[in-house]
């Protein structure tokens, strides 16, 4: 019975030995688990900042990485602003996307689809993903609030494309068919300055009559891009061969210029 007694003792002994050999190796299970994807997490981050994501396929460039490439020797941009103290441009958040609604009720009529034409030429110039929400019935503002819960809820108002009249926006005046641009704030953590939402207006009636040109529709949609480039942070250049150009001389597209400037606006830091 005594050497019973002391096999169970030893059978015991060696069970708790066993139980804390499977505990240690759980523990370096979920160790070795858990760094490897904060190592995966930080390569993301890091891809994301050189114009680079990574899906199930591999590592793919950004949309908005080839334009960039395609103009590297073209300088003929400008920011619409700069970080306090550097050259580098105010953008909107790389890693979130902009929204954008579009008060449609006084649209021409023929513009179907130009907004959302010139928001995914924007969007492929730069990168960045923009989504058109759907329409709403905001109208446009001299004086428009960077936050609206009653309509958008707690966070930043969409950006808005609103078709509107030189008696509703008094800035649409003369030649003057488009106006469009952001606003920014200064993030608490980082202390820059970042986009958080916008604004366009188009002159209904005048581009309305501009529809019924030969290439009315192209140069409409072209006129909504150079607002939706103050938009993601462009301002007017003296090259007339840009869509940026302050006056419309018939562009229809992006010119190099044009292109490196929202390429450098899509490589924008996480906020």
Known sequence: M??????????????????????????????GTATVVVALLATVHVLHRYGYALDLTGVRVQRGAGPAAS?????????????????????YDACRPIDLVVDDEGAPSGSG????????AVGDATGLTMVVDGSTDERASASRPARDPQRYGSGWSPVLVAWTTPEDVQGLSGDVVGLGGSTSVQDDVTGRDVYVTGDVALDSPALGAMLHRPQGR??????????????????HVDDPDQLMYPDSIGLTS???GDLAGLAALGRGRCS
């Open 2 to 31: 005594h050497r019973q007694l002391n096999d169970l003792d030893r059978w015991y002994a060696a069970q708790l030995t066993d139980d804390g050999r499977s505990g240690d190796g759980l523990r370096r299970f979920l160790v």
């Open 71 to 91: 103009v590297q020797g073209s300088s003929a941009y400008r920011f619409a602003a700069q970080q306090p103290g550097s050259r580098e441009p105010v953008t």
């Open 113 to 120: 689809g130009l907004v959302r034409d010139a928001v995914e």
């Open 218 to 235: 192209a140069e409409v949609r072209a006129v909504v891009m150079h607002e939706l480039g103050h938009v993601v942070g462009l301002t």
């Open 254 to 256: 992006f010119g190099p």
